[in-house]
């Protein structure tokens, strides 16, 4: 059994950064691509940024320049750093992954459950 656990959200005011981690735990596993989405209250669950397992990586528009999604994959682990944050941002960010069984080519999307950002002064 694959888990996602999430962790370094937080309150931070508008212009401050954080650092979003979400490690993989289980055995047997691979891990291809991985990501962050993140979702406002009222509003669906958009994409923020991905990386595939040679790095290379992906993001929406509104968070080019500011954040940096990375991985460590001896970790296991996904990283997301948020500089220059607005209050627009605060939302319930969560770390998605594709994983598979190190003997199978089968591949499923699993999820995080979730860590709370919030930018407000």
């Known amino acids: 059994q694959v888990q996602l656990v999430e962790s370094g959200g937080g309150l931070v005011q508008p212009g401050g950064s954080l650092r979003l981690s979400c490690a993989a735990s289980g055995s047997d596993f691979r891990i291809y691509a991985m990501g962050w989405y993140r979702q406002a209250p009222g509003k669906q669950r958009d994409l923020v940024a991905t990386?595939?397992?040679?790095?290379?990586?992906h993001y929406a528009d509104s968070m080019k320049g500011r954040f940096t999604i990375s991985r460590d994959n001896a970790k296991n682990t996904v990283y997301l750093q948020m500089n220059s944050l607005k209050p627009e941002d605060t939302a319930v960010y969560y770390c998605n992954a594709d994983i598979g069984p190190e003997s199978s080519d089968y591949v499923a999307a699993y999820w995080g459950q979730g860590t709370q950002v919030t930018v407000s002064s």
């Open positions: 990386i595939t397992s040679d790095n290379t990586t």
